[in-house]
Nanobody, 118 residues
């Protein structure tokens, strides 16, 4: 079955960096577009970043543009989210997701907690 496992979350101070990883198994990774989402306490889940199947195009939420970078390694079936200049408002559970088409995401990871202290 399809499995997505996120890692790399933790507790950091404002201005620090973290790199999240999401390793996938049970599917042909290169056939999927990839995304990162986050959900803060008491808030709805929100889009953070995405990357196309080819890896040539990326999209970012305005709140993270210029600070976060999404990338993919199809050989390792892994998607990354490099997060720099972290802010307390980046505190959330971060989820990776995969989609075969252009609409809904088909598969979701279990989430990894990122906490940024001021």
């Amino acid at each position: 079955q399809v499995r997505l496992v996120e890692s790399g979350g933790g507790l950091v101070q404002a201005g620090d960096s973290l790199r999240l990883s999401c390793a996938a198994s049970g599917l042909i990774f290169s056939m999927y577009g990839l995304g990162w989402f986050r959900q803060a306490p008491g808030k709805d889940r929100e889009f953070v970043a995405s990357i196309t199947r080819s890896g040539t195009t990326t999209y970012y939420a305005d709140s993270v543009k210029g600070r976060f970078t999404i990338s993919r390694d199809d050989a390792e079936s892994t998607v990354y989210l490099q997060m720099n200049s972290l802010k307390p408002e980046d505190t959330a559970v971060y989820f990776c997701a995969l989609r075969y088409g252009r609409a809904e995401y088909d598969y979701w990871g279990q989430g990894t907690q990122v906490t940024v202290s001021s």
